[in-house]
């Protein structure tokens, strides 16, 4: 049985098309990860809004305990 031999040319097309069609792929799953990226950061500052809006302390303690110049109460 005779093997058929495929010109380079015509590699080189069908390797382009799959190169193509991963890179659509990779592309597709990024931004998912990027939109889930956002999300999970949107939920992180609506959480430390919240933590600031139920704190006790004022907002200079909070900035500088931020900051990481908080003081001792000693």
Same mark, same amino acid.
């Given at each position: &049985?005779?093997?058929?031999?495929?010109?380079?040319? *015509?590699?080189?097309?069908?390797?382009?098309?799959?190169?193509?069609? =991963?890179?659509?792929?990779?592309?597709?799953?990024?931004?998912?990860? *990027?939109? !889930? &990226?956002?999300?999970?950061?949107? !939920?992180?500052?609506? *959480?430390? &809004?919240?933590?600031? =809006?139920?704190?006790?302390?004022?907002?200079?303690? !909070? &900035?500088?305990?931020?900051?990481?110049? *908080?003081?001792?109460?000693?």
């Amino acid at each position: &049985m005779a093997r058929r031999s495929i010109p380079i040319e *015509e590699k080189v097309e069908i390797q382009k098309e799959q190169v193509s069609k =991963t890179k659509d792929r990779y592309e597709a799953e990024l931004a998912k990860l *990027e939109k !889930l &990226m956002r999300k999970r950061d949107e !939920l992180r500052s609506k *959480e430390l &809004m919240d933590a600031f =809006t139920n704190s006790e302390r004022s907002f200079e303690e !909070l &900035m500088r305990f931020l900051a990481g110049k *908080e003081e001792n109460d000693e």
